[in-house]
């Protein structure tokens, strides 16, 4: 081999080496945690409910969710941001629950913009309670006896998450980023959790005293993913949330497009979290540096398909062991495995038709998690819009992905028939992937549940 051949299968060992960790992560996720949902306290929650021009529905099925409740909440804060229409119409449905037993208050953030964190902090100047629980208006509690337990983990620790169960009764559409949810939850929050790690938390589901957020100053307004920075800081500051599992049935799942921006948003928000703080998480030893592992771990996945078609483009015109292409196939077959042990507990209908379309989608979806994320390390701004919700029927991959699949997959196709599928069925999956997901995602899209 020459320089360059060797040069490429460094750099491939060493990205398959990186993959090791997370494979060790969805192992530790199968034997679940410890934590669970009995118990009860005497602190006062308080329940920060963001919204934006929601169907009153959504907010109906919330709050009724609440009420039922074994533990209520204090009160019940929803925080309407910038209420062009529908904020009489909430404040009235509101109005109703009282007689229930529920306090609830309907505020309008009176500026517009800055994004999910200024409602937030704007919501942390009204509540009276001891501890603070965010979710949003098309989540719900998964059992009566959640806040019981959440009542007593935050008499105890500072910072809670609730673990996430994706669910996706509306649309087929929605079923596939509930099973990717629902598995990237067990992997990358739960099974860190067993293993003692760092626990990052999502924005729905973040529970914390009130105390802590006020000497922390907030929410961040200035990050996209106000969320995962602020996991940053409690780490920071020597304060470790813990997990409530399956507590919490995020029934929100987008469509392919939706989910598309919202992953950009994520990677791109995380690429600059991970540039903003990495030399303070350096500074924190081997759990910090897995911290800064866990925030690059968006731009692992296409990094590593990227050199292993280089390297596979190599070995055909001028040879070279095969043995790295071996190690990928291996480690992508035992990563696909683990996550579809994890999607296997997702409450979703057709729930193996639906865990192969988000297998799909994660393949194809590296080029857009990699721009971002170098984007977010570049601190490039950005400005996202809420996530939307409806499904259209244009749902079908976007260019970038097509053109990134079809170029992949080109080279898979033919070390396919040169190498043998073994050694290069990872290279090839990008273009099986995209094939399918031209031709599910429209079809699906225009059924009804």
Partial sequence: MDAFG??????LAALLALHVPRIVYSIAALRGTGTSLEGGGRLRISVIVPARQEPIELIRGLLVNLAGQKCRPYEV?????????????????AWRFEKSGLRVRVVAKPWRGRGKASVLNYALRLVDGDAVLVVDVDDRLCSPEVLCALERLLSEHSVVQLGIRGVAPLHPLQRPTAVAIHAGFRVVHLGRESLGLPVLLVGSGLAARRGLLEKLGGFNEESIVEDVELAIRCFLAGHRPVILPDSLCMSGAPGYRAFRRQQARWSRGVGAIASRYYRRLLGRGLQGLELIYTLSSYALDPLTLITAAAYAAY?????GPLLPLYAYTIVSLLEALLAGLHASGAPVKNRVRAGAT??????????VLLVNWLRGVARREGVFEVTPRRVSGRERPGRLETLYSLSIGSVGLLASLKL?????????APLLAILYLHVRLPMIAERRA
Avoid: H, K, N, Q
Wanted: net charge negative.
């Fill in 358 to 367: 988000a297998a799909a989608m994660g393949v194809v979806l590296g080029p």
């Fill in 420 to 428: 043998g599928l073994l050694a290069s069925f990872p290279i090839l």
């Fill in 6 to 11: 060797t040069l490429l299968l460094t750099i």
């Fill in 77 to 93: 804060i929803i925080v309407w941001d910038w209420p062009a229409t529908g904020y009489e119409r909430v404040a009235r449905e």
């Fill in 315 to 319: 070995a055909m015109l001028a040879g």
